[in-house]
């Protein structure tokens, strides 16, 4: 009976202290182990301008997910098994990277006008090697203003450039572009027609510099094109009044545009109690010489 | 002996014994130690001091602060007494113009102390921009010194003459020199006309120049977007406060002066109860402004207010916002009340309250707002985050503390600091001209 307990204890201690190596190797695999890279890559065309990628590379540490900097990723186009190599491309500070497709690195389609594109990272002494591909079909934006019944009109049709077709039942967004954040006109999702068209009433007031509004539709995200922009610009919104007080005479002013009141004011008080210690030591000497 | 020579035998300057010896000795070494500080200071800059890009205004804005708000007791007791014809002031006022002098002079010395290259003084005047309020100050602070000065100079012009005459053979070098500083004076009724005018203009003056010192000083903080400072409601809290930090410098000096040169006779317990009733009014309006400053933005108050509020009240500043407020103003209003509170010992201990719970709130009122931006502090070591003031800055504030009790005593020690000639009418002593003092 004894030494069965004895065989039960010596069991249970192995038992515990190989959990334990376990865990101790473990967590010196962990210490060794590198980092996954998660890359995320968006297709964006701007209409009559440049047409890029928007790589972003994150990795998980711990519980956090942070950017990665600093690591290179290549750029290659997917034609037929094959992977022709586009150009490199690092990624900054926050992690990201816009890789401009110019028309010179003649993008390749298959045979469903698809372009398919790749971005690979090969890995380094921290993280491991990743890689990632979107596909998009090429399409187009064609917006104008309208003006009907002394109402501003944005009016814009989308279709597939491949196969000229129109594309009825997208989602596009219509906004103007400001500093921080775009301003968005309209309703929140502006449907295409069957006509592959949307016309969004364009609101007064809308303040701009000269009275110009710059305004962006916007097919955003989609599955199948990317993101595709447009940009008008259309002369319809209100002037802004800019208050420039530079060479004025403001309180804010440089010295020499002191204002006049203040001049006056601070002047005059100086010479008032100036004017008072004047008599006052004068009192003195008329008292010496009494 | 007659008793206007009593009267002159006890108000005449003495020599000091030992103790105002050691007194000047100590002042002295301190102001020495303060003196070797701002020499390094100036060699090595600021970075010898805590200040930073965030606490950028320290312990010496706050001390010019505290200078600024002692000096208006000239204004507080000399001029408003003057014009309100409250009669106990005479043995008090001398001392009140004294202490206005000093420390306005020092005020000027501790700007100047906060700058970063004193050697470009003269470009505040060169290319002083009158929007700045920080102009006004430049302007305002020389002005307050030369109208403290007259303020003092013209009462004391008799008071010379008869030193003059007292010292003329026992110390015939002093004589010669209270002669000169009395200008001639003989009591004739034009010079008599004349000084009378004077104080009088000086007096009304006073009170303006006095007001807009410390408006300006508020100004200083307010005219600036920041949490804590900017408030309508600085001017007239500063000015209050500044009623509240004159007269406790006021009552602790007067104290020990009359302590030191037995001068009870002169000033009594009565002048001590009207002091202290005086004193009592200016903190229950101090008090009043407080409530105004701290307990509206409490409602109110934006995000960025509350957490500067939060920080006074119960955080990083909780102590010194609570000594200040307590000790240096509920306590003493507390004590004034009653009658016993108000008698010469413990109206002296209510004085020093007074005064450090003064020179603490200043610290608050400067330090914590620059401190609590609306952009949150980030890039920037942690020790910026927070501000306590170095050895220099120590040193060099506490001799200019020293230099101002220097002053008040060296003037002490060579002026008669209750008015001998004034003294000697009031009580009858001399045959004067009614006319012409009043």
Redesign the interface.
Known sequence: MKNRSTSVSAFLAWTIGFIFCLGLSNIYAQNDQKHRVRLRADYVKIIEGDAYLNIKATAKIGDETLPVPNIEIAVYNEVEGEEIILGNTKTNIKGESRFVLNKSMDLKSDSTNTYNLGISFNGNDSFRKASKSTSFKNAHIAAKLITKDSINYITATLRETATDSLLAGKSLILQVQRLFKPLKIGEELNFTDENGSIQVPVEEGIPGIDGNLVIEVVLEDSDDYGTVKTIINAPIGTPIVEEITFDQRKMWSPRNKTPIFLLVVINLIIAVVYGLFIYLIFNLFRISKN | MTKYESLINDLAPRKFGKRGTIWTFILLVVIILGLISYIDQVNKGQVVTNMRDYALWGIYISNFVFFVATSFVGSATVAVLRLTNNSWRTPVVRIAEIISLACIIMAGFTIMIDMGRPDRLLYLFI?????SPIT?DV?IIP?SI??SF?LL??PL?PDLAILKKHNLKTKPTYSKWYGKLS????G?K??KA??S??IK??AI?VIP?GILLQTIDAWLFSTTYRIGWDSTNMGAYFTSGAFVAGLGALITVVYVIRKVRSLEHYITDYHFDKLAQYLLLTCLVYVYFNINEYLIPIFNAPVEEDIHLNALVYGEYAGLFWFSQIFGLILPILILLFKKGRKPMPLFIVGIMVVLGSWWKRYIIVTPTLLHPFLPIEGVPESWHHYFPSMHEWLITGATLALTLLIITLFVRFLPVIPIQRIAEEKGLLKTDKKAES
């Open positions: 290319y002083a921009r009158l929007q006004w302007i002005t030369i109208l007259l100079y013209f012009l200008l001639n004076w003989t004739s034009v010079q004349i000084q005018k004077s203009i000086i003056m120049v």
